[in-house]
């Protein structure tokens, strides 16, 4: 009977399945004899202080047909030790053992050391069955429920559930290709979006590819349909669909976890990646990740999609090198849909409620009303035909004057639209082709002052912000610039009719665009 200290040091010791039936069993101590003869070695050479810091909890997991295989409990010190000392542990190793290979230094996970319970008289497949096991909780899977990949599906290997349980977000089956309304504002980033989806793993088209744009005009729609249509193109294929908020999660949770690598390897087998909401993506440790893989797939030629709600270079939050990362692709905006795509919205969506069987009375007169009224996002425009859905099952006769009391609370009928600084630097800025970040900096070309004081001027006479307000909103100015830029242009319009048509023009933009 073994005590509790003789178990502990036994589970440290290499795994006794993985060991070929005919295999002697002095091989595993010849092989622990040559690690502690590399350990002195490495203490002499390099110092007993150094040696405690980063080797004094390395342990001999394999060595095996010239593979050796070193475990350390961090990811941090895995990382440490094959970038500062790998060929050194290299270099001691082949003096003892000229055969070697390869040296592995890896993470020991309490998952790895769970696996070592297995009898000295296992099979070779049951030793394989639990690594498989390993990989399979590694890849975020609930830990209650290993059995679901202890044993394979019938013609479904383990390994394969494992890479299919890479992380990723739900996604909806509504979000297609088929139920995308298509118009003038999106139709350049649809058929981007299709030729992503459709092209070969080997036929990268636009990589990254960016789509931005405000909330509800159809990102999220479109990037769930790459990721379908994808799939049913090749079955096989690896796609991830995260938003910035979950990769964030997983992330902390891996680095938590001491399981980082494991993630990273994963993602680094896809084939599809594609991120949703890439203005949240928060922290410079987390950036820098994402900075490492988006290199690493894009350098694999692997296709990218990211969405935001604006440019890559106005996503201040994210670091230099990332938005420079973003720029390299393709970057395509959506706008706010037209009268006939809102239409086209209303009438699907009816015909699904009555595919639904719940059949609706809704005439065209009050579809062709809603779809003039409310101008804002397509979640906008969901939210008043959920309205009339509603309305429908008690109040089956409805009127246009009805919908406008209905609906007053979506678009505020005759109330004018608010205006934000922001949508005006973007509107401006985009119109005199010029960035944010340059509208927002100190620098005093000719090229960026006039946009720079003529968005200070919209920004006084369509909103009702102060002058100090405007400032800070620019870069931090002081109040008397706005005041000499807001009278600079409008005495320049008085006498230009060139410029008072720009500036009408860019209300117009602005009313209705923001």
């Known amino acids: 009977m073994q005590s509790g200290v003789e178990r502990d040091f036994s589970n440290d010791l290499p795994l006794s399945g993985e060991l070929s039936a005919?295999?002697?069993?002095?091989?595993?101590?010849?092989?622990?004899?040559?690690?502690?003869?590399?350990?002195?070695?490495?203490?002499?050479?390099?110092?007993?202080?150094?040696?405690?810091?980063?080797?004094?909890?390395?342990?001999?997991?394999?060595?095996?047909?010239?593979?050796?295989?070193?475990?350390?409990?961090?990811?941090?010190?895995?990382?440490w030790i094959n970038g500062h000392y790998l060929d050194v542990i290299t270099e001691l190793w082949k003096q003892e053992d000229p055969d070697t290979l390869k040296i592995d230094i890896i993470v020991r996970t309490a998952t790895r050391r769970a696996t070592r319970t297995i009898e000295a008289g296992a099979m070779p497949a049951t030793a394989k069955t639990a690594r498989q096991t390993h990989i399979a909780l590694a890849a975020g899977t609930t830990a209650g429920r290993p059995e679901r990949?202890?044993?394979?599906?019938?013609?479904?290997?383990?390994?394969?559930?494992?890479?299919?349980?890479?992380?990723?977000?739900?996604?909806?089956?509504?979000y297609t290709f088929s139920s995308f309304i298509e118009g003038p504002s999106n139709r350049v980033a649809f058929a981007a979006a299709r030729a992503v989806a459709e092209s070969q793993s080997s036929a990268v088209r636009f990589n990254p590819l960016f789509l931005h744009a405000t909330v509800g005009l159809g990102k999220t729609h479109l990037l769930q349909a790459i990721a379908a249509e994808s799939l049913k193109q090749n079955p096989k294929s690896r796609v991830v669909y995260l938003t910035a908020e979950y990769f964030m999660w997983r992330f902390a949770t891996a680095i938590r976890d001491n399981n980082a690598l494991t993630l990273k390897e994963q993602l680094r087998d896809i084939d599809l990646l594609i991120i949703d909401d890439m203005q949240f993506l928060q922290g410079k440790s987390i950036q820098h990740e994402f900075c490492h893989l988006l290199n690493m797939l894009l350098d694999s030629a692997k296709q990218v999609v990211v969405a935001a709600d604006r440019p890559p270079s106005e996503l201040e939050s994210l670091e230099p090198r990332v938005r420079s990362r973003l720029n390299g692709g393709v970057a395509l905006e959506m706008s706010a849909p037209d009268f006939s795509m809102r239409l086209g919205m209303l009438k699907l969506r009816l015909a699904a409620a009555n595919a639904e069987g719940t059949p609706l009375d809704i005439s065209e007169d009050v579809l062709t009303h809603?779809?003039?009224?409310?101008?804002?996002?397509?979640?906008?425009?969901?939210?008043?035909?959920?309205?009339?859905?509603?309305?429908?099952?008690?109040?089956p006769q409805i009127t246009v004057d009805r919908i406008d009391e209905i609906l007053g609370h979506i678009y505020r009928s005759g109330e004018p639209k608010r205006v934000r600084i922001e949508d005006i630097q973007r509107i401006v800025a985009r119109h005199y082709n010029v960035s944010k970040t340059e509208l927002l900096s100190n620098r005093r070309t000719r090229t960026i002052v006039k946009p720079r004081q003529i968005a200070m001027y919209l920004a006084k006479v369509m909103t009702p912000r102060s002058l100090p307000e405007i400032g800070r909103r620019f870069g931090g100015r002081d109040h008397t610039t706005v005041l000499h830029a807001v009278r600079k242009i409008e005495d320049l319009s008085g006498n230009d009719n060139t410029l008072a048509q720009e500036l009408e023009l860019l209300r117009r933009l602005i009313n209705e665009q923001a």
């Open 149 to 174: 990949f202890g044993v394979p599906h019938h013609g479904r290997p383990a390994e394969t559930e494992a890479r299919q349980s890479v992380l990723g977000s739900p996604l909806d089956p509504r």
């Open 22 to 79: 005919d295999e002697p069993e002095t091989a595993c101590s010849d092989a622990e004899q040559r690690f502690e003869r590399v350990k002195v070695q490495l203490k002499a050479r390099l110092g007993s202080e150094v040696y405690s810091s980063w080797f004094g909890r390395m342990k001999l997991t394999e060595a095996s047909k010239g593979v050796v295989r070193i475990s350390v409990p961090t990811a941090f010190l895995r990382s």
């Open 370 to 395: 809603v779809a003039r009224t409310v101008t804002g996002s397509g979640r906008e425009l969901e939210g008043a035909f959920n309205q009339l859905l509603f309305r429908q099952s008690f109040e």
